[in-house]
């Protein structure tokens, strides 16, 4: 079965880092658009950041922009968040997902992971 | 605040078929970006129900159905099912912010 597998939440003070993770299997994730998207408690979901298959080209929600970091190592079928400053409002469930690539603008996001939590507070 | 607005919640007996609606503008829905809805049941990760403004996914039953007009799209839930409880989203691009955007989702009620 394809699978995403988040990791790398936690507890994190205003102004913290945190690394996120996300390992995918069963999928040739090289060929795949990725994105990351978040949660708050009690709100929507909000997209966070995407970033192309091969050529790294990368975007990112102006909420997040110049201190959030998407990358990806295809070798290793794993995709990442760099979070720095973090700020109370960064509070969320951050789920990782697989865009369709079926050629439609903007792509769907077929396969999502099942989150992990970041809590950032003193 | 989201640039696609959706009712907070809708409601329906079980067999009944029920609507969503996505509203946009010029710059999302109304630049024949496409639309995509998502379910998100609690506990669990979000399902795309409906991808490219109609199409279904493998798996998705035909009681689900996508539409598009203007700068509006809509998600029908025919034949209303217990299972069907929970948060359903759609999701586009909008040209002004640059980004995908995300409606400011709908809870479904089965009565």
């Known amino acids: 079965e394809v699978q995403l597998l988040e990791s790398g939440g936690g507890l994190v003070q205003p102004g913290g880092s945190l690394r996120l993770s996300c390992a995918a299997s069963r999928f040739t994730f090289s060929a795949y658009a990725m994105n990351w998207v978040r949660q708050a408690p009690g709100k929507g979901l909000e997209w966070v950041s995407s970033?192309?298959?091969?050529?790294?080209?990368?975007y990112y929600a102006d909420s997040v922009k110049g201190r959030f970091t998407i990358s990806r190592d295809n070798s290793r079928n794993t995709l990442y968040l760099q979070m720095n400053s973090l700020r109370a409002e960064d509070t969320a469930v951050y789920y990782c997902?697989?865009?369709?690539?079926?050629?439609?603008?903007?792509?769907?996001?077929?396969?999502w992971g099942q989150g992990t939590m970041v809590t950032v507070s003193s | 605040q989201s640039v696609l607005t959706q009712p907070p919640s809708v409601s329906g007996a079980p067999g009944q078929r029920v609507t969503i609606s996505c509203s946009g503008s010029s710059s999302n829905i109304g630049a024949r970006y496409d639309v995509h809805w998502y379910q998100h049941l609690p506990g669990t990760a979000p399902k795309l129900l409906i991808y490219g403004d109609s199409n279904r996914p493998s798996g998705v039953p035909d009681r689900f159905s996508g539409s598009k007009s203007g700068t509006s799209a809509s998600l029908a839930i025919s034949g209303l099912q217990a299972e069907d409880e929970g948060d359903y989203y759609c999701q586009s691009y909008d040209s002004s912010l640059s980004g995908h955007v995300f409606g400011t989702g709908t809870k479904v009620t089965v009565l």
């Open positions: 997902g697989k865009y369709t690539g079926y050629g439609g603008n903007p792509d769907g996001i077929d396969i």
């Open positions: 970033i192309s298959a091969s050529d790294g080209r990368t």
